[in-house]
Nanobody, 118 residues
Framework: QVQLVESGGGLVQAGGSLRLSCAAS????????MGWYRQAPGKQRELVAT???????DYADSVKGRFTISRDNAKNTVYLQMNSLKPEDTAVYYCNARVVTGRIYDVWGQGTQVTVSS
């Protein structure tokens, strides 16, 4: 089974930067798309950014120009570089992997807290 472990969250001042990492282990050869989602207090979980194995990326409008998702296939790790952070970016950030084998299913990490102070 695929397992995802996030790291890199923490407390940062508005305008600062953080770099999140998500390391995948287990049956990693079935992973196609990976991505980052976030859930702020009182809000629904939302898509932040996605990246496929070939490197194509997509971003939510709210983070375009500030966040960058990247993927190191050799290390089975996906990153989220977050710059120019705003208080509204405060949320629990979750790593996601779409597994495509004999069946299609999603795997989620435990989440990492990002708090941006004003």
């Amino acid at each position: 089974q695929v397992q995802l472990v996030e790291s890199g969250g923490g407390l940062v001042q508005a305008g600062g930067s953080l770099r999140l990492s998500c390391a995948a282990s287990g049956s990693i050869f079935g992973i196609n798309t990976m991505g980052w989602y976030r859930q702020a207090p009182g809000k629904q979980r939302e898509l932040v950014a996605t990246i496929i194995s070939g490197g194509s990326t997509d971003y939510a409008d709210s983070v375009k120009g500030r966040f960058t998702i990247s993927r190191d296939n050799a290390k089975n790790t996906v990153y989220l570089q977050m710059n120019s952070l705003k208080p509204e970016d405060t949320a629990v950030y979750y790593c996601n992997a779409r597994v495509v084998t004999g069946r299609i299913y999603d795997v989620w990490g435990q989440g990492t807290q990002v708090t941006v102070s004003s």
